[in-house]
């Protein structure tokens, strides 16, 4: 088939040096995605649906301690692990690289949940049910995901095709790939983040201002960590899963030293 | 040890009531739950208003009430206020009793946006939670380009001249709506994933699950 398109391949790079986990990501995600409200029975369960989440790390004893923060979503990974474990072919990776999952197409055996190794899926335990005047909130472009399905980060694909359709409109012709950029289209979490955290772009596109990094961790993989010059990592590296997703380390101008009474 | 005639009973029982659920929900699927026009909380008839003005009608395009057809995904119905547009004129206060429009009818429209209370008109095509239909791209798509004739797999598959204009693209899929005092789908209408796909194949469209399911 001949096709117009050119393929993207959407990435993130989280700064944690700018990262301050005031959580806004989390709940933006949780308004844009119509997702359930987590209740403290969720929590405990440990079935809260957290498309994006911030983890939060201790550092030092008290009271020279550091909290450390690091949004974790689906990282949208080259060799998914959840992919070649459905059997029903409800998530692949598609021609904008992202991960997608199918939801009309699952048939919730959750082995996809359980060979992800960031734990960034979530499985619909109950019909989701929101209050009656919150129920006006709900984004239509997103399907309700029903009882018995997995649900994860789609990186706000609804927002990927307004973005498309906008493109359209303003050109009066049919889709031309080239014309949209990174600018056009971000995720809720990256929208909201009010320093600039996270940061999003095309890892095709050689002036997104997230290539750079792509391309330095690309370059020296695992083994040759140490000669990298940006401050760039992924999460598990060592089990090669290449995600889409790039940290970027937090440089400590005063690190904690145990001798000192540094407050 | 039970008889075999009641063990041939059990089994006869459970196969049948497999049958039964596969097929209600087989029929009541978009494709088959279809054709009937739900009752509607006032009386809109399409004719007198979208409707040519040869047969009566008043001649409002399509896009001029359902105005996101051509701007996103939902067509959207209008709010009140847009009823209105006529309706402050065109009502109980300002027509004699003997004119041919239905006052009675009206009246309660104007009541609707006098006492804030948006009509909730009851949807008649519907597509399953998961499936996201956006008009824009399909306007676009028969309004716009070179002429051409192409046979699209929906209504009677008759060879169709395109471009179109915006209210004849309207009656691809819905049918002759300014014909139809109450809206109803159109007759053989399948709206079956297949069909979709197959047109989206043929004209180069794109064709990843994400496109609709999202």
Known sequence: MVTNRIDHKWGMVVDLDKCTGCQACVVACQAENN????????????????????????????????????????????????????????????????????????????????????????????????????????????????????????????????????????????????????????????????????????????????????????????????????????????????????????????????????? | MLPLVLVGLIVTAIVGFIIVVLAISWFSNPPFGLGNAPPQPIAFPHTVHAGSVDQGGVGIQCEFCHRNVTKGEAATVPAVENCLFCHKQINAENQAEDTPVNLAEIQRVVDRFNDNNPIDWERVHRLPDHVRFVHEAHIRFLTQGESRTEILPIGDEQPMQLPLTVGESCSVCHGNVAGMTEVQPQAGQSLKMGTCVDCHKTNNAPTDCTICHK
Not at chain 1, 205 to 221: G, L, M, Q
């Open chain 1, 35 to 263: 997702l359930p409200i987590n209740t403290k029975d969720f929590f405990l369960q440990k079935r809260a649906y957290e498309w994006i989440r911030i983890e939060r790390y201790w550092e030092g004893e008290y009271p020279n301690v550091k909290a450390r923060f690091i949004p974790v979503l689906c990282q949208h990974c080259e060799n998914a692990p959840c992919e070649p474990v459905c059997p029903v072919y409800a998530t692949y990776r598609n021609d904008d690289g992202l991960n997608v999952q199918i939801y009309n197409r699952c048939v919730g055996t959750r082995y996809c949940i359980n060979n992800c190794p960031y734990q960034v899926r979530f499985f619909n335990f109950w019909q989701p049910n929101w209050p009656e005047r919150l129920k006006n909130q709900l984004n239509p472009d997103v399907t309700i995901r029903t009882r018995g399905i997995t649900e994860k980060c789609t990186f706000c694909v609804q927002r990927l095709r307004r973005a498309e359709l906008q493109v359209e409109r303003v050109s009066g012709e049919r889709l031309n790939d080239e014309k949209l950029k990174a600018g056009n289209y971000a995720p809720a979490c990256t929208q909201a983040c009010p320093t600039n955290a996270l940061m999003f772009g095309d890892q095709n596109d050689a002036e997104s201002k997230i290539r750079p990094y792509f391309d330095d961790v690309n370059t020296f993989d695992i083994h040759h960590e140490e000669e990298r010059t940006t401050r760039g990592y992924r999460l598990l590296e060592e089990i090669n899963t290449r995600p889409s997703i790039i940290y970027l380390k937090k440089v400590d101008q005063y690190p904690l030293n145990e001798d000192e009474d540094h407050v």
